[in-house]
């Protein structure tokens, strides 16, 4: 399957990566992806083979449907997010609070020792 101009652009736009960084990962000029996302050029298939296997690395999955459609959907399960108990995120939050709480304090008699010395 080959990828079209929009599909890259939607793709890219998808896993929040500039023209840049895809050329950079994929060894493809900028202008050269900027052309055909704007369908001004349509590179050869084995750049549209690297744009496509750059892509699916960064994330994007794309759905061959209908005989050829594509579409781009943004999968996500592979960007491993932590996960807290609510008691884990509480103790967090009571732990910044008094840290923040203590840095007021030395602020305050800083700002007091030098008022009296």
Not at 8 to 15: Q, S, Y
Not at 16 to 30: D, F, G, I
Not at 36 to 65: M, N, Q, T
Not at 78 to 87: A, C, D, L, R
Request: net charge positive; glycine share 6%; proline share 3%.
């Amino acid at each position: 399957m080959t990828i079209t101009g929009p599909q890259c652009r939607a793709a890219r736009a998808l896993v929040e990566w500039t023209v840049e960084e895809v050329a950079e990962r994929s060894s493809v000029s900028p202008g050269v992806i900027a052309d055909f996302e704007r369908k001004i050029s349509d590179p050869s298939a084995d750049v549209k083979r690297r744009l496509l296997d750059v892509l699916e690395s960064g994330g994007a999955v794309f759905i061959w449907e209908n005989g050829g459609g594509v579409d781009a959907s943004a999968h996500y399960d592979k960007i491993q997010k932590p996960s807290f108990t609510v008691s884990e995120s509480r103790l967090m939050a009571e732990m910044w609070v008094r840290s923040w709480l203590r840095a007021i304090r030395y602020l305050l008699r800083y700002q007091n020792s030098r008022r009296s010395g």
